[in-house]
């Protein structure tokens, strides 16, 4: 079992800059994949960021495809998201997952185990 929890999310303007952490406890972190999804209202929850667990492996989808970048500190069971150059477009909840998975991660939800509570990220014009 792994819990996970986010934090970093807020209300920030239009070219602006946030950093998301989502801490975990439990089994090995250093074992499972990690990603990041968003859900805004009204829409289905999508890929956002996934990296390996060695971190040498990292997806991105095209909307954040260098604005944003994904990390990890093995060290500190935590990995994060950081987004530069926020556009209103991706105001949504964020979420971490976790997958249980050898090699490349996964940019499908339904592959992830382990999901957090997800925080808030607004980005205002």
């Known amino acids: 079992q792994v819990q996970l929890v986010e934090s970093g999310g807020g209300l920030v303007q239009a070219g602006g800059s946030l950093r998301l952490s989502c801490a975990t406890s439990?089994?090995?972190?250093?074992?499972?994949?990690m990603g990041w999804f968003r859900q805004a209202p009204g829409k289905e929850r999508e890929f956002v960021a996934a990296i390996s667990r060695s971190g040498v492996t990292r997806y991105y989808a095209d909307s954040v495809t260098g604005r944003f970048t994904i990390s990890r500190d093995n060290a500190k069971n935590t990995v994060y998201l950081q987004m530069n150059s926020l556009k209103p477009e991706d105001t949504a909840v964020y979420y971490c997952?976790?997958?249980?998975?050898?090699?490349?991660?996964?940019?499908?939800?339904?592959?992830?185990?382990?999901w957090g509570p997800g925080t808030q990220v607004t980005v205002s014009s």
């Open positions: 439990g089994r090995s972190f250093s074992s499972y994949a």
């Open positions: 997952a976790a997958e249980l998975r050898l090699g490349a991660p996964s940019q499908e939800n339904a592959k992830y185990h382990y």
